[in-house]
């Protein structure tokens, strides 16, 4: 009988006693922040819903407590327009998340965990956390390093030809070859044979070392040791984790955790 989209004069003149009450200092009728020159509502808004993976893994534990969190909210709804528009042109069972972190404190401002609960789009994972391999995404991490070790300069000529490395026979995506060619062209081009190579001398565990210090560490299966394929993503990691190691590519190759609540930043590494 009150609701103020179905029923607004009858909703005014109940808040508007309720005000007066108030007014009068009746017992048990708390603050508030209303006036009676404030409209009445017309209509049902939505329950806020963003961030919903976020949302849940702070509230784990947290019941009954406000949570204060990175995130910035104007941000965060448009990075999850910008995931929602982008899943449209996506087939049906395709899933896409983000995360926006600020580069100098490692706050992270948006992030997207997935399509919630969509269930075709594992919507219930967050599927910045889920364990995934890098591909090619590592080897800007991977030349960084070759050049601290004064392995390469970005005009070095490396040779992008056929070669086995013992039993690993590494090829380029389209099977081709490049032949000679500058360390800045074969990173832009997103060469194979030349990453292996470099790795080949720079060492896979010195390798793992750093992408470890900058935030992300390779994840192997038991026992395994870092090896070649490590240049071209043979091991698993996660969204925020590389998140953490290009973060650590633009800020002098220092290294640290994202942050999801307010806080003293966590401790700064030199990886690079």
Do not use: C, W
Not at 26 to 45: C, F, K, M, S, Y
Not at 94 to 122: F, I, P, T
């Amino acid at each position: 009988a009150l609701r103020p989209d179905r029923h607004p004069e009858a909703a005014r003149a109940a808040r508007d006693a309720l005000l007066a009450r108030r007014a009068a200092g009746v017992p048990g009728i708390g603050p508030g922040d209303l006036t009676a020159a404030a409209p009445v509502p017309l209509a049902r808004l939505p329950m806020p819903r963003l961030a919903p993976h976020l949302a849940r893994e702070l509230a784990r534990g947290a019941e009954g407590t406000r949570i204060a969190s990175t995130l910035d909210l104007p941000l965060q709804r448009a990075a999850e327009t910008v995931a929602a528009a982008a899943l449209r042109d996506l087939p049906d069972r395709a899933s896409l998340a983000l995360v926006v972190a600020e580069l100098r404190g490692r706050e992270v401002r948006a992030l997207v965990g997935g399509e919630y609960g969509a269930e075709g789009r594992a919507g219930a994972l967050d599927l910045t956390r889920a364990v995934r391999s890098p591909g090619s995404a590592l080897k800007p991490a991977l030349y960084a390093l070759a050049f601290e070790a004064g392995l390469a300069t970005p005009e070095t000529l490396l040779a992008d030809l056929p070669r086995r490395f013992g039993a690993y026979a590494p090829e380029n995506i389209d099977r081709g070859f490049a032949g000679r060619i500058t360390v800045a062209d074969a990173l832009r081009q997103s060469l194979n044979l030349p990453a292996v190579a470099l790795l080949a001398e720079l060492g896979p565990i010195r390798f793992a070392g750093a992408l470890k210090l900058a935030g992300a560490p390779a994840r192997l299966p038991a026992g395994a040791d870092p090896s070649l394929p490590l240049a071209l993503g043979g091991m698993g990691t996660t969204l925020r984790e590389m998140a953490a190691l290009y973060a650590a590519l633009g800020d002098g190759g220092v290294g640290a955790a994202l942050r999801l609540t307010p806080g003293p930043a966590g401790a700064r590494r030199q990886a690079f």
